[in-house]
């Protein structure tokens, strides 16, 4: 049987894997392994390409992980392959599948649904159809429309993860260099909160052996992976658990980058102390920082806790962010935008927020009607009014929450934001409320583009700060300030670029002995960032220890320019002498130093300047 795994990802990235139908098809025995052909998909192509592309391959079976953000455009495909192959077995998956069963089952000429989790039901459900055209209705966790059978007697129990073959390790996914792996360390969750299917149908978690997660690092490692999404609900629960985890990282392959999910609760300081010595960011969900709020969903938090675990975090130079949601139950505007202020109080590096969505299958979901909670019916199940929430509350925040998107996160705020409060005396939501009334009055921003924030990149955010900052300025009667401000924004902005970018290698020996440094075409390598600015960019090094008024009391905009460059993993900025400056700028490849300089320098201190911005990389030999 020739078998389609069909996965369509929310949006092209490094995130883009087809872990479950990786999964799925590790599952299989060999030999139909190697009839199962693995297909990606991206919501910009349309139904007839992604239809075409599939039957393409002659498929007989072809089966798609179902997910909040693919359901509508998978449903489209499945009815499409339908009419036009109607022998094709259709099979569905994933949380879609599992959350509300019979009503995916409605919407296509599904021939099965696999419910929970899939490997031992879908290789049974395959081995079946390979053997036979109409198999029994009775494989667990398999329900197939039109029989009548009980959902409960159909729900597979947890699998024994240790039973199951690694998709990396089988070859049925390959990472690839310098690209991101989505890597699954456990499954389940030891938190019953009610909005999550995360823990659905059982509580607990169940880890992957370290024997395979070492085989699989070790893999990557060696393809030259760069950023590993951690597949863990909370990696730091039990502690230990997540310690033995953090140890198994750094003993294997500390050069990767991880991103993590923790919870702050079970911080401490092994825990901070490892995580310093690893390349990572880690994700907290607050989702609210009011007591109340949580308790209606069975969550908890303590402020005094958190900000405990935090300064952990901290004191050992840890990147982490926070997640909110807005929308609810028991909460309301004023309460998320409390909220709001108290996570950035702790200056995150991020913080994402999402609307509160009613997933099927979930507590909340069962419970809407107790909180009197009306939401869509269909993806993304958003909630659209409650007794707390007006849909124009719902409005507001979501356009407060693509401002902090745009602004805070994009715009990699977290260095100067905190300055930027005391500086006009306001809370984090005014700031952001003003900027969102300044956006849309003008020209070329209007609310649809502003809550379109995935469509901003960092140079859009920066040029949002400049506007904003410089207009609001003048607003505040602070206009002396801007060209400071404006400063600080562009040595902020510089910085993330270098430290996000690409290396600057060291010179290869070759290059720094050449036959005559001085009579030799050099060109300036491409991974230097030369930023003017108005002030003296060793004293704008020092705003952290002053305000923008103290600053600008005591320097004086003189004019420098500066050099960004990451090397050695650590990123560089140096204010450039008028030598240096001239003979970065003016290497092209065709002109040596004697020609740029052209007398007005003492040869032998010209030579001693290209010596060592050949030996620092800054230089090379045009190729």
């Known amino acids: 049987m020739e078998i389609t795994l069909a996965t369509l990802h929310v949006r092209r990235s490094a995130q883009a894997v087809p872990l ?17 052909r693995l297909l990606d998909f991206f919501p910009d192509q349309d139904v007839a390409t992604v239809t075409r592309t599939i039957l393409d391959g002659k498929p007989e079976m072809v089966a798609f992980p179902v997910y909040v953000w693919n359901r509508v455009q998978v449903v489209a495909i499945a009815r499409e392959l339908s009419r036009q192959a109607p022998s094709v077995r259709l099979v569905a998956g994933g949380p879609e599948a599992g959350g509300d069963p019979h009503k995916l089952a409605a919407t296509a000429p599904w021939s099965a649904l696999v419910l929970g989790e899939g490997e031992e039901s879908f290789a049974r459900l395959v081995e079946e159809l390979s053997a036979n055209d109409d198999p029994t209705p009775e494989i667990p966790g398999v329900l197939f429309p039109g029989f009548s059978t009980a959902l409960t007697s159909q729900l597979q129990p947890p699998l024994e993860l240790d039973k199951l073959p690694s998709p990396w390790l089988s070859g049925l996914l390959a990472p690839t260099p310098e690209g991101g792996v989505v890597w699954e360390v456990s499954r389940g969750c030891a938190f019953g909160c009610d909005y999550c299917y995360e823990a659905a149908g059982h509580q607990g ?51 990767l980058h991880y991103h993590l999910e923790a919870k702050a609760d079970f911080i401490d300081p092994q825990t901070a102390s490892l995580l310093s010595r690893l390349s990572c960011s880690v994700q907290l969900g607050l989702q609210s920082t009011d007591s109340k709020v949580l308790s209606a969903i069975h969550r908890h938090l303590d402020l005094d806790i958190l900000s405990e675990k935090i300064h952990l975090l901290e004191a050992q130079g840890v990147i ?47 419970q809407r009607n107790h909180h009197r909670l009306v939401a869509q019916t269909e993806p993304p199940y958003e909630i659209i009014r409650s007794p707390g929430w007006s849909e124009q509350d719902l409005l507001r925040s979501r356009i407060l929450a693509t401002a902090v998107d745009i602004f805070y996160n994009t715009g990699r705020a977290v260095a100067f934001f905190p300055a930027l409060l005391e500086l006009f005396e306001i809370e984090p939501h005014q700031l952001f409320d003003e900027l969102t009334d300044w956006a849309l009055q003008q020209p070329d921003i209007d609310q649809a583009m502003l809550l379109a924030s995935d469509l901003w990149n960092a140079h859009d955010a920066y040029r949002l700060q400049q506007g904003f900052l410089s207009w609001r300025l003048k607003q505040a009667g602070l206009s ?39 009579t030799t075409p050099w060109i300036r390598s491409t991974q230097l960032r030369l930023v003017p600015f108005a002030y003296e ?87």
């Open 320 to 366: 982490y962010g926070f997640d909110l949601i807005f929308g609810l139950p028991q909460d309301s505007y004023s309460g998320f935008i409390r909220s709001l202020d108290t996570s950035l109080s702790f200056s995150p590096n991020h913080l994402h927020i999402f609307p509160l969505a009613v997933l099927p299958g979930t507590r909340l979901a069962q």
């Open 205 to 255: 978690v169940r880890s992957h052996s370290h024997q395979r997660l070492r085989a699989e690092l070790e893999l990557f490692t060696q393809i030259g992976v760069s950023q590993v999404w951690v597949l863990d609900a909370t990696f730091n629960y039990p502690p230990q658990r997540g310690v033995d985890l953090l140890e198994l990282l750094l003993e294997t392959a500390p050069q």
């Open 20 to 36: 479950a139908a990786g999964c799925l098809a590790a599952s299989l025995p060999k030999p139909l392994r190697r009839k199962v």
């Open 537 to 623: 960019v060793l004293d704008l090094q020092e705003m952290d220890e002053m305000s923008f008024a103290e600053f600008v009391e005591l320097f004086r905009p003189v004019g420098s320019t500066a050099l960004f460059l990451r090397q050695g993993g650590e990123v560089l900025c140096e204010s450039l002498s008028d030598e240096m400056l001239r003979l970065l700028k003016e290497s092209d490849g065709r002109k040596t130093p004697e020609q740029i300089f052209s007398g007005s320098l003492n040869q032998e201190i010209g030579r001693e300047l290209v010596a060592f911005a050949v030996a620092e990389g800054l230089l090379h030999c045009r190729t």
């Open 480 to 518: 002396h300030l801007t060209t400071a401000v404006l400063d600080l924004l562009c040595y902020h902005f510089h910085y993330a670029e270098a430290l996000l970018g690409p290396e600057l290698p060291f010179a290869s020996d070759t290059e720094r002995e050449p036959a005559d440094l001085w």
